[in-house]
């Protein structure tokens, strides 16, 4: 199944129409990726028996015509937890976990009749901007295999940009949906901050972690945040509020909205190629209709820091159950139960996640709390004020999703710092627990570039009405990596 000439309504249309069967395109996915994989990498997991079974249950009882889902593969990422299939988070630790559960959002996907084909390739326990951490493998960018894909959701974004699977989910921590979807040229959303469940999904830092959908168009990705949100008793942060129909009233335009352009998002650091692209699409949305403004985030280049103290203080509470004891990676030959606990860790984790418990087991220590943590949390709150500043005249706030596009692999991975300012751009949108999309703004040297849209809190129907009036006025998210025309 060719996927670039396909979106969700037109597969729906052909299952409806009975030209294929939801059998037929399951097959024809596995067959895809299976000669894509060989470049790309971006699988750790396959459930060909178990997706193949499903699909001829749904053709069994028929297409649900009132459903665009029913029948329709998907990648997940593999932190999000599948009941009966392999979910790793990328880490020796949890190579071989087995879940017993679903998480909500798959509980959701196999409600609406998606089939699972399998868990993709992630930055180990989602910490890391390339997808390089992974223990198992280092997946490629789709437009050119020499580039990291991002991270951490890179086998997410790559797997929806080669054309593997037409949808995919990601979870976004400081970044991790939309940076890697810029990398990769397609779409990809971090919705507000309890608009979709977080239980099942393997925490990091769990007052940022967000699941969120990967796709091509603007319009899909409404129809999978429409399939996964809503509150859940389950998870404490799920937000009650009403869930909106997303597609409803994403063609109404622009005109009329006030576009905040912040200078901070144009500092140096950012490559001339993208300022110059996201420039010509505030062009863009000018002829269309809209107000652009510039504006201050004053505090945005205490992001970084800020999110390195608060998210990784989580992430070494978070890991602190993965000792040996209860299940994961156990080391064998210990002598003693502190053996047990120092060696499964020093084993189980890679360098980063241990790099990061460390730094957050610091800052939460007695002699340092008020002088980091603390202080952090405080710079948090100012970040947050910030957006609020400019949303009380604003819809939209409009910058680069990442200050360059991918880089080679290997060519940071061993510069942490320099790692870390590569997500500058996305991080503060979590700290505020904001919706944010990134969605295809152009190429500089055959690779996307890749702009942000952000939104108040639980306005993603803003979000969907900007991108899907950008993206119809444009022609960047038709670009098809050389990868996608191997059939």
């Known amino acids: ?41 971006a699988f ?100 050119n295999q020499t580039k990291v894909p991002g991270g951490s959701s890179g ?10 699977v037409i949808a995919a989910l990601g979870s976004d921590t400081g970044g991790s949906i939309r940076q890697p979807a810029a990398f990769n040229g397609i779409v990809g959303l971090k919705p507000t901050y309890g608009r979709v469940s977080r239980y099942g999904l393997i925490a990091f830092a769990s007052s940022m972690d967000q699941i969120g959908p990967l796709t091509r168009s603007v319009y899909d990705n409404a129809l999978m945040l429409n399939a996964i949100s809503g509150h859940d008793s389950r998870d404490f942060t799920s937000s009650s509020k009403e869930v909106p129909d997303f597609t409803k009233g994403i063609d109404e335009g622009v005109k009329g909205m006030r576009i905040a352009v912040p200078k901070e998002y ?69 002598k003693n139960l502190e053996d047990v606990y120092v060696r499964s860790r020093s084993e189980g984790f890679g360098d980063e996640v241990k790099r990061r418990i460390m730094l957050g087991t610091f800052s939460l220590s007695a002699g340092t709390y008020d002088a980091f943590f603390k202080k952090a949390a405080q710079v948090r709150t100012l970040i947050c004020r910030d957006y609020e500043n400019v949303f009380e005249n604003h819809d939209l ?41 990134s969605l295809p703004a152009g190429f500089s040297d055959g690779l996307p570039i890749g702009m942000q849209l952000v939104a108040p809190r639980f306005r993603e129907d803003t979000l969907y009405k900007a991108g899907f009036a950008f993206e119809q006025a444009t022609d960047f998210h038709k670009a098809v990596p050389e990868i996608g025309g191997q059939n």
């Open 1 to 41: 199944m060719n996927y670039f000439e396909n979106d969700l309504k037109s597969l729906h249309e052909g299952l409806v129409n009975k030209d294929f069967s939801a059998e037929e395109l399951a097959k024809e996915t596995f067959e895809t990726i299976k000669k894509r994989e060989e470049k790309i990498d």
């Open 44 to 143: 750790i997991t396959l459930d060909e028996e178990r997706a193949m079974e499903k699909a001829r249950a749904v053709d069994a009882k028929g297409i649900d015509e009132g459903n665009v889902l029913d029948g329709i593969p998907v990648g997940i990422k593999d932190n999000i937890v599948t009941k009966g299939l392999k979910t790793t988070a990328a880490s020796k630790m949890l190579e071989n976990f087995n879940p017993i559960y679903n998480a909500t959002v798959m509980d959701k996907l196999d409600e609406k009749g998606m089939i699972t084909v399998g868990k993709l390739n992630m930055d180990e326990f989602a910490m890391g901007s390339s997808t390089e951490t992974s223990a198992f493998k280092k997946t490629k960018n789709a437009w």
């Open 155 to 164: 086998g997410s974004a790559a797997a929806v940009a080669s054309g593997e």
């Open 266 to 334: 144009f500092a140096e650091g950012v490559d001339a190629n993208v300022q110059q692209a996201v420039k010509d699409a505030i062009k863009k949305f000018e002829e269309l209709g809209a107000t652009v403004d510039e504006v201050s985030l004053p505090h945005t280049k205490y992001g970084v820091p800020v999110y390195y103290i608060i998210a990784s203080s989580e992430a070494s509470s978070n890991l602190q159950r993965f000792d040996g004891i209860r299940y994961g990676f156990r080391a064998e030959d210990v």
């Open 397 to 437: 706030i409009l910058g680069p999703t990442a200050p360059t596009t991918a880089y080679g692999i290997g060519e940071k991975i061993d510069d942490p710092v320099t790692m870390y300012m590569n997500d500058i751009l996305t991080i503060p949108v979590n700290l505020a627990g904001l919706p944010g999309m």
